[in-house]
Nanobody
Framework: VQLQASGGGLVQAGGSLRLSCAGS?????????MAWYRQSPGEDREMVAEITSGGSTNYGEFVKDRFTISRDNVKPTVYLQMNSLEPEDTAVYFCSALIRGTRYWGQGTQVTVSS
């Protein structure tokens, strides 16, 4: 399973970014349970958003309706639309897939929000 994340960058507070994660590999399929996590220096990795193959979603409490996770099962790609970004959102964002009880991770993409 390969997960290729992209879309990170530097943005001012209040701005927006859209992260993408493309899945591939013989073990990957469109039924995978997908999620975005993030990790700041010195902090534990935390769940940002997750989505089932059917489109049901769940978000971390800190998201507060600012982020939206979605997926395209044809491509297959999962997205994270992030609006109203705050400096506290600065972190490396990781794409994750849960397939047959095994969690796979992408390489991470840096998001930096300046005040």
């Amino acid at each position: 399973v390969q997960l290729q994340a992209s879309g990170g960058g530097l943005v001012q507070a209040g701005g927006s970014l859209r992260l993408s994660c493309a899945g591939s590999g013989s073990m990957f399929n469109s039924n995978a349970f997908m999620a975005w996590y993030r990790q700041s220096p010195g902090e534990d990795r935390e769940m940002v958003a997750e989505i089932t193959s059917g489109g049901s979603t769940n978000y971390g409490e800190f998201v507060k309706d600012r982020f939206t996770i979605s997926r395209d099962n044809v491509k297959p790609t999962v997205y994270l639309q992030m609006n109203s970004l705050e400096p506290e959102d600065t972190a490396v964002y990781f794409c994750s897939a849960l397939i047959r009880g095994t969690r796979y991770w992408g390489q991470g993409t840096q998001v930096t929000v300046s005040s």
